[in-house]
């Protein structure tokens, strides 16, 4: 919730759900798309999806957030890839 409102970004809805014996999954419908995790305790991995069509700058205030708070928790390897997606339409 805190990395959202970093981003100033408008959730629209919510779902969770929890796994037995373990582990979560999540997603935040945003107003600008999405953010969704998915988490494997076992294997001590979660992987994060934050898409966006809002600007670069909110964008990365929240993801600045994500990483801080996994560097708290202790997390020692991190991947983050930032793509590129989506098109220009031009009409027909």
Same mark, same amino acid.
């Given at each position: 919730m805190e990395a959202i409102n970093k981003g100033k970004f408008k959730i629209l809805?919510?779902?969770?759900?929890k796994f037995k014996p373990q582990g979560l999954t999540g997603f935040f419908l945003l107003s600008e798309s999405h953010l969704?995790? *998915?988490?494997?305790p076992e294997e001590n991995h979660i992987a994060i999806d934050l898409f966006t069509c809002s600007n670069v700058?909110?964008?990365?205030?929240?993801?600045? *957030?994500?990483?801080?708070?996994?560097?708290?928790?202790?997390?020692?390897?991190?991947e983050c890839k930032t793509i590129k997606r989506g098109f220009v339409y031009t009409g027909l």
């Open positions: 809805k919510t779902g969770f759900h969704s995790f *998915h988490t494997w700058q909110s964008t990365k205030n929240s993801l600045a *957030h994500i990483t801080r708070g996994l560097k708290k928790m202790g997390v020692s390897k991190m």
